[in-house]
């Protein structure tokens, strides 16, 4: 079984930064991949950014390229979120996955294809 722990989330103003830090525990897996999703109120959940754990592959959606980077720390089994240049429109909950064997050369996209979820992580954006 795999736990998944954020933390790292707060109240930030515009053009701030965070990071954010996902902490698996029990078994890793070097064909997992993991992502960052985020729910604001009203709205779906949508992915962020994803890494393959094998490669350090890494994915974003086009609303934060260029501003967060997401990164994996292997002896630790943990997935960072750095966040910098922070908009309102980011404001959400913040949610690390993860799945445990995916063969393909990029990351889902659908949080369906997760396993597993951590409990989530507040970020609020003031302008």
């Known amino acids: 079984q795999v736990q998944l722990v954020e933390s790292g989330g707060g109240l930030v103003q515009a053009g701030d930064s965070l990071r954010l830090s996902c902490a698996a525990s029990?078994?890793?897996?070097?064909?997992?991949?993991m992502g960052w999703f985020r729910q604001a109120p009203g709205k779906e959940r949508e992915f962020v950014a994803g890494?393959?754990?094998?490669?350090?592959?890494?994915y974003y959606t086009d609303s934060v390229k260029g501003r967060f980077t997401i990164s994996r720390d292997s002896a630790r089994n943990t997935v960072l979120l750095l966040m910098n240049s922070l908009k309102p429109e980011d404001t959400a909950v913040y949610y690390c996955a993860l799945r445990r064997f995916y063969f393909q050369d990029y990351v889902p996209k659908i949080s369906d294809e997760y396993e597993y979820w951590g409990q989530g992580t507040q970020v609020t954006v003031s302008s």
């Open positions: 890494i393959r754990w094998s490669t350090a592959d890494t």
């Open positions: 029990g078994r890793t897996f070097s064909s997992a991949v």
